[in-house]
């Protein structure tokens, strides 16, 4: 509300004084370096996050550019853990002869034809045959039996970006061995997934196992916030993008989900608002140009933490699911961008190292954002930065390149199979 004290600490940085709400529970958490403040409603789309010091924190963070916020060194934040004693970001890339975990030429019943590069006029595959193995850490077998039979009578559910999607599909080609599969049933109706008149597909997938009643499921939000049509009778209206509220989906189907990793990152441009039409909203109201929530990355660090503690609150009620933020998955264009020329031809494994050895994430607004909630990091970053020669760089179905390369989404079989295996050990 402007001149309010949420209006007033984002504008001004101070906020001093009593909050006076209407007979709402509140919860206080005390993060270190960061004094928050944070009331819950009863009802989640009300969700109201008012912190003093929040955005002074993020001016001392290494912030990049392009909603991907990658920092050089290790930052101050501590990483959750899953095990006490084990680390599962920091260890080395080796070699190893069983992967992949799937053949990309058979698992054509759940790959996208875009990432499926065994199908694509791609001459080098040798990205495939590694595993990431932590430091001290035993790795159970992570196979498609196991992870079912982990899984037994319970969802997981996937909700973030096109790599969140990835992940998705890298899953289903691991839980049925990359195999034609016909007894798993499509459940996308249970959960509204169901593709619109006129849409080119539906906001999501989810399919369940019936020999152990398993479901997996993914559901498209790039930026994991409530998106409000402004003009409800205007088919091309804008949308109100309010930071402090999860998105829908979330808020009515959670109580489904025994397992969820959620994930955002790289839709916080300019270029991907201003096509999709989305405005800036906090505190159920615009963010005007000059507040300095007008800056994407720090939206996008406000949208972290107001996520990781709504979901910290949904937790106390459901003791027995377990939440992941799934930190950034790194770009690795060269010379430019994806629509100036840039490239990432590099073919050799792990041409720039092969090791992680810092004991924090790269990615510290996903680190600091779960810092103090029992939401778990899984933390992929510094290990899928050494693995540039995985994207799917030029590969194409067509004889002639357009001269675009993709150095954002990766080869499947690839990286975000491993991403899969470190939820696996932490489930």
Not at 267 to 288: Q, Y
Not at 314 to 343: C, Q, Y
Request: proline share 5%; net charge positive.
């Amino acid at each position: 509300m402007k001149g309010g004290c949420l209006h007033r600490l984002l504008v001004h940085k101070l906020c001093f004084g009593l909050v006076v709400l209407l007979t709402v529970p509140i919860v206080v958490l005390l993060l270190e370096g960061a004094p928050v403040l944070t009331i819950f409603s009863t009802t989640p789309g009300q969700l109201k996050v008012i912190s003093q010091g929040f955005l002074q924190q993020q001016e001392q963070e290494h912030l990049g550019d392009d909603g991907a916020t990658l920092a050089g060194s290790p930052g101050p934040a501590s990483m959750s853990r899953s095990h006490k004693n084990c680390n599962y970001a920091k260890g080395k890339w080796i070699e190893d002869d069983k992967q992949p975990l799937y053949s990309g030429n058979e698992c054509k019943q759940w790959l996208s034809k875009m990432w499926a590069c065994r199908m694509m006029r791609r001459a080098h595959f040798s990205y495939e045959n590694y595993r990431w193995q932590p430091h001290g850490c035993e790795m159970p077998e992570f196979t498609g039996p196991n992870f079912l039979k982990r899984m037994r009578n319970r969802t997981l559910a996937f909700v973030g970006d096109s790599l969140g999607r990835q992940q998705f599909q890298s899953m289903m080609c691991i839980a049925t061995g990359g195999k034609y599969s016909p007894e798993v049933e499509d459940v996308g109706w249970k959960y509204g997934l169901v593709k619109a008149p006129g849409a080119l597909r539906p906001d999501g997938w989810a399919y369940r196992f019936p020999s152990t009643n398993t479901t997996i499921l993914f559901y498209w939000s790039a930026t994991l916030s409530e998106l409000e049509p402004l003009n409800t009778e205007d088919t091309v209206t804008r949308y109100a993008l309010h930071l402090d509220r999860p998105v829908t989906f979330l808020k009515k189907y959670l109580n489904y989900f025994d397992v969820l990793v959620l994930n955002t990152g790289h839709h916080w441009n300019r270029g991907k608002f201003n096509g999709n039409h989305w405005e800036l909203h906090a505190d159920g109201k615009p963010v005007g140009n000059g507040s300095r929530l007008a800056d994407l990355t720090r939206a996008k660090t406000l949208t972290l933490h107001s996520i990781a503690r709504w979901m910290d609150s949904e937790l106390a009620r459901h003791p027995k699911m377990k939440v992941f933020l799934r930190t950034i998955s790194p770009r690795h264009f060269v010379n430019g961008d994806w629509n100036t020329g840039g490239t990432c031809g590099n073919t050799i494994p792990l041409s720039n190292g092969s090791e992680v050895l810092q004991d924090h994430s790269i990615d510290i607004p996903a680190e600091n954002a779960v810092k103090g909630t029992r939401v778990k990091l899984l933390d992929i970053t510094a290990i899928s930065k050494l693995r540039d020669e995985g994207h799917i760089s030029n590969s194409s179905f067509k004889k002639a390149s357009t001269g675009i390369n993709d150095c954002l989404h990766w080869c499947l079989p690839g990286i975000p199979d491993m991403w899969n295996e470190l939820l696996f050990v932490q489930i």
